[in-house]
């Protein structure tokens, strides 16, 4: 036996061959590692998703595989040099394509080489393009068209071969492995593999094999990697064929094996037989592959003649001739620093393509919204129309958007119309050519909540059970490190621990958290290419929709060069245009809304934010009424102060106080460190400021401060600054900084810049919400039919309809005449359409308008599919007030309630009463986890750990009513069974707008309005 060559990697899954195996590609890759071994293959089924993390294991480059969106921070790690990846993939097999109605065959494939893999991704497009039914499939004919560079092996016991011979047909196995052979010819070999429990199938294939001259390789086609694992496999097909454990198929012996008792239990098993040279193809299997990289795709290209960066320059330069600012020298200068960059990585194109997008859009009505994210930080995307933000004026920051020192390409996501996002996708299709355009997928995974019932129902084990758990699953969000430990970590509570003692089976569900579970589409995501895809990515199709996606996720795309555009829908976007269409404004005029009218501003002031973007949200609502705005700046900051980190940090606290004194309240000492956090009141509220920190006082290069930029992003951990606190304190000493404030404000950043927020970000969004604020104090007719019309839901609806009336907006009525689905304005009233009457859906509606108008209710009879009784219930809408329509009158009836909304304003501050409504939210915390997520020490005061917030809403406005600990106990079964029903709360408010719970009730006897 040939030392470590001898081993049997060649046929292995991951989780990517959903719902039948476990590892990671990672885990793998660490399995192999420790058995020494010098290659790890990956054959998932029908799937090639794995290998860029294979890739990626492989060269050390750490991937947040479990599911953290957002999560992809490439670290100095080790490159595993000796281990060779070889990328495969075990595909569906049918003789004939045409007729794919046949038994699926297994089929093991590795890519010997770039132009093997080309070929092996070509397949797998193929083979959902072409083969899809029940399973993506391929036939001899399009093996043969995409063989060269590219090794088969004859397959499992689901292959032809074994299901042949084991049906004792011998002449057909031959003949299989014969036209095997003309395809691939010296890179064919037959394949067996070791399973007990078909000992004399398995013999049979080497033996007869070995007659007929193949060469012969050993596999043992991995689905876990211990053998302890067992279990937890058996479990997941138990999950995938919707059975008990005891009736689930049950894989033995399908984990790794050191090559050595491999062989001492092959011939125990078979002391007849010689394997040794089974091992030895296997070797040479592996050194015939060769060590290459997964072919990196080109950038896309805008197709034009001519200098691209000289393009940009001009038109950027006409752009800002065109606002006056062509003479001033900080544009100039921030113009061709940014080209500069821009230009040094080549991404003139993906700018151009962007704009040619965003362009296309809006010169076809279609409204996009300012930016999102860091893009808002680029003079260039401004001045090509990507943004609309002047990054001069309000100083945000380029660096934030395109890192100087990496090489990842920038991220621009786009709002479009939510209800055009469709056009759009069909422009870039029609642009950019179909095969290089394709969505990107996702990969859904077990949550915590999922694999604790998948475990319950394999197992039969009580939901009750269950419910007494998941109630102690920690909420995190997808982009917490800890996402995917929820279960785990609930085993911290005693009745969690309880009832895993009594269902051990339950640890079950700890270890599939995060298992692949699905493929689904990313929901905006788009690769654009200048190739077709298919060269560098195979494309599957979308279940249901068959839409052509990536077979990969975005972070594992980009690894290859594909390059993301973000096209999401925004319902503000759609509304903005609604309401400028009907106030006569064109598009453009939206843009240039002038940023500092009063009017808009009070709006804010008056903390009237129904249907304010973002204001909406109960944290940033609870920050805006406390604050008095003045300009954009302010309101943007809202978006940044309302959330969790400096709310708990007091940075927020700081930054309001500060305001209402007019002067900074200094987290910082240093002068010079003090005029970079001025606007901000002197908190660090902005990863922008942190950076400009590190840069102008600690001297440090764009590379470090990239890099801690990065930490901030993504939730690290304030142990990963301190990698940079040597680099920092040089750079200060050499700046002269006083020693007593080097460690003083790197303690700060520290503390604070792990909550900081990207300041682009903040501003468009701020001037989202701005833009919506001028049309509710310019135009309140229009904003209020637009925010009716997209109302989520009912609740949405009653309460635009409610702060409407209250306003002196007027109502029209349903009558035999309209001739509108949804709200329309009619006569300067705003008027309900069909489709609002309860159990008429969009289609009869339409049906009606098609048929109307109408005389009288004889006329509606007379419309297909609409009987007389629904014709009764019509006309219990027809003509009526708009009170009567929405049955609103209910709320009159509690005389000592206070209306929320009087509850919010600054004046109601000393409030006590009650006030009724229904729970839309249930928020409950765990003082234990709050004290070590501040890192203070957990309460010792004998009380319950948990308390609770709940979300009450009535006709008026929605509040906050906090629930101590004991009340919360009290309380437990009337929160959590209200169901939608009318609560009473009696409490006070505090300095928030929010109630401290004296006492709940459940109002019974109206229980059914
Ligand atoms: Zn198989
Ligand atoms: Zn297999």
């Not at 204001?615 to 954009?632: C, K, P, W, Y």
Request: hydrophobic share 40%.
């Amino acid at each position: 036996m040939t030392s470590q060559t001898c081993e049997s990697g060649l046929h292995a899954h991951s989780h990517f061959s959903v719902l039948d195996a476990l590892p990671t590609p990672q885990q793998m890759v660490a399995k192999a590692q420790s058995l020494n071994r010098p290659a790890i293959a990956l054959t998932d089924h029908g799937s090639v998703s794995g290998h860029v993390l294979l890739e990626k294991a492989i060269e050390g480059i750490r991937t947040g595989e479990q599911g953290r969106e957002g999560y992809h921070v490439t670290f100095r790690g080790e490159r595993l040099e000796g281990i060779k990846p070889i990328y495969g993939v075990e595909a569906y097999l049918v003789p004939n394509i045409k007729k794919n109605r046949q038994k699926k065959n297994h089929v093991t494939l590795l890519a010997m080489n770039q132009t093997g893999y080309r070929n092996l991704i070509q397949l797998v497009t193929r083979s959902y393009d072409e083969g899809f039914y029940y399973r993506p499939s391929v036939d001899f004919r399009m093996l043969s068209e995409h063989s060269d560079g590219v090794i088969a092996m004859s397959g499992c016991e689901s292959s032809l071969y074994h299901r042949y011979l084991a049906a004792g047909d011998e002449k057909n196995a031959v003949k299989y492995l014969q036209i095997m052979d003309q395809i691939y010819g010296e890179n064919f070999y037959a394949e067996v593999q070791h399973f007990p429990h078909a000992k004399e199938l398995h013999h049979r294939a080497y033996t007869l094999a070995e007659e007929l001259g193949f060469r012969t390789a050993i596999t043992c086609d991995c689905h876990y990697l211990e053998p302890e694992d067992r279990v937890v496999h058996k479990m997941i097909m138990a999950v995938r064929d919707h059975c008990g454990y005891d009736e689930a198929f049950d894989l033995k012996y399908a984990h790794p094996y050191e090559p050595d008792r491999l062989l001492r239990g092959l011939q125990k098993m078979y002391p007849d037989l010689d394997w040794l040279p089974a091992f030895e193809t296997v070797a040479d299997i592996v050194s015939k592959i060769e060590h290459y990289r997964l072919p990196k795709a080109p950038i896309v290209t805008y197709a034009m003649d001519g200098d691209k960066i000289g393009y940009m320059r001009q038109r950027c330069l006409e752009f800002l001739r065109s606002q006056n600012l062509d003479a001033k020298l900080t544009y100039i200068d921030r113009l061709n620093r940014e080209l500069a960059v821009i230009g040094d990585k080549g991404y003139e194109d993906y700018f151009l393509v962007v704009a040619d997008i965003i362009n296309w859009a809006k010169s076809n009505g279609i409204m996009v919204g300012p930016g999102r994210g860091s893009a808002a930080g680029s003079l260039v995307c401004w001045g090509l129309g990507i943004t609309t933000v002047d990054p001069v004026k309000w100083d945000l920051l380029f660096e934030r958007f395109v890192d100087p020192t990496r090489v990842d390409p920038p991220d621009i996501d786009i709002d479009f119309e939510d209800e055009r996002r469709s056009e759009v996708f069909d422009y870039i299709k029609q642009r950019y050519g179909e095969e290089n355009v394709a969505f990107i997928s996702t990969f859904m995974r077990f949550g915590g909540k999922q694999s604790l019932w998948d475990t319950a129902k394999v197992f039969g084990i009580p939901d009750e059970a269950i419910h007494r758990v998941i109630r102690y699953l920690p909420d995190r969000s997808s982009g917490d490190q800890r996402a995917e430990l929820t279960v785990t970590d609930a085993l911290d509570e005693p009745e969690v621990r309880e009832v895993f003692a009594a269902y051990p089976e339950l640890e079950i569900a700890g270890y599939i958290q995060g298992k692949i579970r699905g493929l689904g589409r990313h929901a905006a995501g788009v690769i654009v290419t200048a190739e077709p895809i298919s060269n560098y990515a195979a494309i599957y199709r979308a279940p249901g929709t068959g839409e052509r996606l990536v077979a990969l996720d975005w972070r594992d795309a980009t690894h290859l060069n594909l390059m993301k555009i973000d096209v999401l829908g925004l319902k503000e976007c759609s509304m903005l245009r609604m309401m400028a269409e009907h106030v006569g404004m064109k598009l453009q005029d939206i843009y240039d809304i002038p940023l500092d009218q009063p009017e808009a501003i009070d709006v804010f002031n008056k903390r009237d934010f129904l249907g304010i973007f973002q204001f909406d949200g109960q944290a940033v609502r609870m920050v805006g009424s406390q604050m008095h705005f003045e300009s954009l700046e302010q309101i943007a900051a809202v978006n940044a102060l309302a959330r969790p980190g400096p709310l708990w940090s007091q940075a927020t606290a700081a930054y309001i106080q500060g305001r209402k004194d007019g002067k900074p309240h200094h987290v910082v000492e240093y002068e010079p460190a003090r005029a970079l956090l001025e606007r901000t009141y002197g908190q660090i509220i902005y990863q922008e400021s942190v950076m400009q920190i590190l840069r102008e006082i600690g001297g440090m290069g764009w590379q470090e401060v990239c890099e801690i930029r990065s930490i901030m992003g993504k939730s690290l951990g304030s142990e990963a600054f301190d990698n940079y606190f040597s680099i920092w304190e040089e750079g200060c000493r050499s700046n002269n900084v006083p020693e007593q404030h080097i460690r003083q404000i790197w303690e700060t950043i520290r503390s604070y810049g792990r909550h900081a927020f990207n300041i682009s970000h903040a501003f468009v969004y701020g001037l989202l919400a701005y833009w919506g604020a001028w049309f509710k104090a310019n135009h309140p007719l229009a904003f209020y039919w637009a925010h009716l019309y997209k109302a989520r839901d009912r609740d949405q609806e009653e309460r635009f309809l409610i702060e409407a009336k209250r306003r002196g907006i007027e109502f029209g009525t349903l009558s035999l005449r309209t001739r509108s689905l949804g709200w329309e304005i009619r006569d300067g009233k705003i008027a309900p359409g069909w489709s609002l009457v309860p159990g008429i859906g969009s289609k009869q509606g339409q049906a009606i308008i098609d048929a109307g108008p109408f005389e009288n209710e004889d006329g509606l009879l007379a419309v297909k599919g609409i009987g007389q009784k629904t014709v009764d219930k019509i006309m219990e809408y027809i003509d009526v007030p708009i009170e009567q329509f929405y049955a609103m009158e209910i709320w009159e009836t509690f005389e000592n309630r206070t209306p929320i909304a009087d509850i919010k304003g600054d004046d109601a501050s000393r409030w006590k009463g009650e006030v009724v409504g229904r729970v839309t939210k249930i928020n409950k915390k765990s003082r234990i986890e709050e004290a070590t997520s501040r890192g203070k020490e957990p309460p010792n005061d004998g009380g319950p750990d948990e308390y609770c917030t709940i979300t009450v809403q009535d006709d008026t406005d929605n509040i906050v009513c906090w629930i101590d600990n004991l009340l919360y106990e009290k309380y437990y079964d009337t929160i959590w069974s209200s169901n939608g029903e009318l609560l009473r709360v009696r409490g006070e408010r505090a300095n928030f707008p929010l109630i401290v719970v004296k006492d709940i009730e459940l109002i019974k006897e109206m229980a059914n309005v």
